[in-house]
């Protein structure tokens, strides 16, 4: 018959009857998955809850989690999930981001800028706007960079200069040149200069263009001319010989080809006095109309502008490196948050779970103590009280931390002071590594202390350093020395109504020791700070030491936890304590279809 509060079997047979033969689940993404016996065989397959097919097995025995179980997928709100646990890193990092992208505008301010514009005549163009491009590259050449070197005077090269400016084309006649300098008058003076230099340069290409054209005019009208030469030669040639009917129709054909040879010349030349006239105006226009329309000024800049561009920049970077890193962490994590998956890993049901409590390490000892009187705290230890056997004196009961101590310490000593004001002679035991209970009472030298909490009396233990598993007052061996800690507690034990003791748990040691502390143990379990190994090691530990691991109580739990926190057997059975009105804890067996009550008295 399944024990009401615990489900195990007797103290000390490290057996259980409910159905949970130590089966460790393993994680698909950072959840639980399907059983595997504890020595490492595989799952009775007519006890598991489906057939196996895993997909991955290991000698941890990490395989696929169940469909059965209600399934800790990597979904919307999962992420979502986990970007709320962790938005004090993501807002942490957002702003951390902030203030590199303010650091980095700081340490990089904005150049001062200056610009002037410029009318360029163009000219006739094939195409329109394809002029004023040339212009730009031109603008953006080492010839007008040199130029402009030479005006001003620097000895910088001169493509260290080209990487100052740019020229923008506005329309198809403006042109825009922006220089930017250490200073807004350098910067004024650069565009200055570099604007003439480019009108110089361009007047200087513009000549050298109408020129190479006169000097193509003038070698096509020389080989004309010189081809009407050679035929006035000939005619003079050919009148100098003999006459006859043959020279005399020679020659008439000579001066007839001359005639036309001397027309066509004076047409060509006429023609390239024309055209010389017509390029000598245009250019002489588009030099004499291209001008400097608006004189060099320095360009506005607002220092609220690039602030809050570079700030929100280093904001958003940071939003999203943090969420990436936050998501990343959630899906590689091996630690366990759900209610329901530290009820399956520890092997006891989860009847109470509270947020997460802050509590500064730095604070003084009594700073701490106070922390006791927090609402959260005060629900743990009424809780830890609820468990307190009332059949056995006196009533003691073990509690186990997994993850952090504080919390635990914290009720345990809330606990004590609570029933030591109902006139109960309360004893603490503090096995932990570093005594965090005994310290909150100013406590920290091994043995036996009188101490004063909210004016009642209680007695704190402490165990000696060399001790590894300090020996309670229940040891059935017999009586210990009265030099070690157990025989000051076998003194003190059969006087005290309430023995509480906190106490860790290491995988490394044996745990027979707990036994001789209390009959039933209550684990408080830091959510996201154990894996699922530590956890299930944990509760077998208390179990294999015959100890009834009666339930587990959850720091820290999700809001968005929706999981009941009770532990799944056979058959998709389910056990979860309640407390009745008389006070009477029961255990309820959840099926498919019936319920059914197994009154522990």
Partial sequence: MIDGDSGSA?????????????????????GVGRPKGSLGQAAD?????????????????????????????????FLSAALRRGRRMWAALAVLGLLLGVAFWMTRPPTPEASTTLLLNVGSEGQAGTAILNDQVM????????????????REPVDSLLTTYKAAVLTDQVLRITASAPSSSQAVTQADAIAKAFLAFRAEQLKTQENLYFASLDDTLARNERQLKAIKARISQVAGQPTSDAQQAQLNSLRATGDQAYGTFVALKQQVNTAKAASQDATAAMIG???????????????????ILFGGAGLVVGLFLGAGFIIIRALVSDRLRRRDDVAL???????????????????????????TKDRDIQRVAAFLQMMLPSESHPS?????????????????????????????????????????????????????????VDGSHIEVLIAEPDEIAP???????????????????ASVGASADVLLTLATLDPSLASDHLKTWAADAVVVVTAGASSWTKIHAVGELIRLAGTRLVSAVLVGADKWDESLGVEATHAGVRHAALQTGDGITE???????????LVRP
Avoid at 351 to 361: K, N, Q, T, Y
């Fill in 471 to 489: 020996v309670g007052p229940f040891d059935p061996t017999g009586a210990p020395t009265q030099n070690t800690l157990s025989g000051q507690v």
């Fill in 10 to 30: 007797a103290p000390g047979s490290g057996a259980r009857d409910d159905g949970y033969d130590g089966r460790r689940l393993g994680r698909t993404r950072a």
């Fill in 587 to 597: 255990t309820a067996q959840f099926d498919d279809a019936t319920m059914s009550r």
């Fill in 139 to 154: 603008a953006q050449s080492r010839g007008v960079a040199q130029l402009a070197v030479h005006t001003l005077g620097l």
């Fill in 345 to 371: 890993a520890l092997g006891a049901p989860v009847r109470l779970s509270i947020p997460a409590r802050r509590i500064a390490r730095w604070l003084p000892a009594r700073r701490r103590l106070a922390v």
């Fill in 45 to 77: 397959p007519s006890t598991s809850w489906q057939s196996p097919a895993t997909w991955f097995d290991d000698d941890d025995g990490v395989t696929d989690r169940p469909a059965s179980i209600d399934a800790d997928l990597v979904n919307l709100g």
């Fill in 289 to 307: 109309q291209s001008a400097v329309l608006d004189k060099a000024s320095p360009i506005p800049q607002s220092r609220m502008k690039p602030l």
């Fill in 396 to 452: 003691a009961l073990a509690v186990v931390p997994v993850g952090d101590t504080r919390v635990a310490a914290l009720s345990v000593m809330s606990l004590a002071s609570t029933m030591a004001q109902q006139d109960a002679r309360v004893v603490v035991a503090d096995l932990c590594r570093g005594a965090p209970a005994a310290k909150l009472v100013g406590v920290k030298d091994p043995g036996v202390h009188a101490v004063q």
